[in-house]
């Protein structure tokens, strides 16, 4: 059973649009939700994070949003620039030493 | 801050032999390391987690005799892949949480190995 769902594997923008990269999730004690941004042959980076206590985090031009209730986070990038160009990742974890759960990444390409 | 190193970055070996692959935390003493594995157009798949000085915890399906893993130091855990297979060809990368946060993850630039 997948516990965090990536549903989009594909997503194109243009450049200087706002990039929204969706995620769902199952478990219902995840409390701690992040993104990473990958590029081939690399190791995912750290992009932006958002406690359950908050519906919103911004960090520059990343916004991450939280709805509780439906189960769901969004990823905004704005404006989006071609160096955006990667595979997304959403991940969930719980309270403690546990290990992040990832979904299957949506690779996002701005088109210039 | 929260680097993460991997040596190699990649490597070759023959089918049958033993290939070992480093993971450091530079910067800060990480008391939990993950290992994860990835397939071409798939997601991370988590292999175990490591805690300095203790045995690893392996994810079901992962053979621990196969994929031996090491924390020895709050800085240093290693990934050995015993008697490779061409199967076992991949890209192997490692993370680390510290102290600097509960939840983060800190990830290494992956491990390409290819197994002939």
């Known amino acids: 059973d997948q516990q965090v769902k990536q549903n989009s594997p594909s997503l194109s923008v243009q450049e200087g649009r706002i990039s929204i990269l969706n995620c769902d999730y199952t478990?219902?004690?995840?409390?701690?939700f992040l993104w990473y941004k990958k590029y081939p042959a690399e190791g995912p980076t750290f992009l932006i994070s958002?406690?359950?206590?908050?519906d919103k985090n911004e960090d520059g031009r990343f916004t991450v949003f939280l709805n509780k209730s439906a189960k769901h986070l969004s990823l905004h990038i704005v404006p989006s620039q071609p160096g955006d160009s990667a595979v997304y990742f959403c991940?969930?974890?719980?309270?403690?030493?546990?290990?992040?759960?990832f979904g299957k990444g949506t690779r996002l390409s701005v088109i210039a | 801050g929260a680097v993460v190193s991997q040596h190699p970055s990649w490597v070759i070996c023959k089918s049958g032999t033993s290939v070992k692959i480093e993971c450091r935390s530079l910067?800060?003493?990480?008391?939990?390391m993950f290992w994860y594995r990835q397939f071409p157009k798939q997601s991370l798949m988590l292999m175990a987690t490591?805690?300095?000085?203790?045995?690893?915890?392996?994810e079901q399906g992962v053979e621990k005799d196969k994929f031996l893993i090491n924390h020895a130091s709050l800085t240093l855990s290693t990934l050995t892949v015993t008697s490779a297979h061409p199967e076992d060809s991949s890209f192997y990368i490692c993370?680390?949480?510290?102290?600097?946060?509960?939840?983060?993850?800190?990830f290494g630039p992956g491990t390409r190995l290819t197994v002939t």
């Open positions: 478990n219902s004690m995840f409390d701690y």
């Open positions: 993370s680390a949480r510290g102290r600097l946060g509960i939840y983060e993850q800190y």
């Open positions: 991940a969930a974890t719980t309270a403690g030493n546990t290990p992040l759960v």
């Open positions: 910067d800060f003493q990480a008391t939990t």
């Open positions: 490591s805690n300095e000085g203790s045995k690893a915890t392996y």
């Open positions: 958002i406690s359950s206590i908050k």
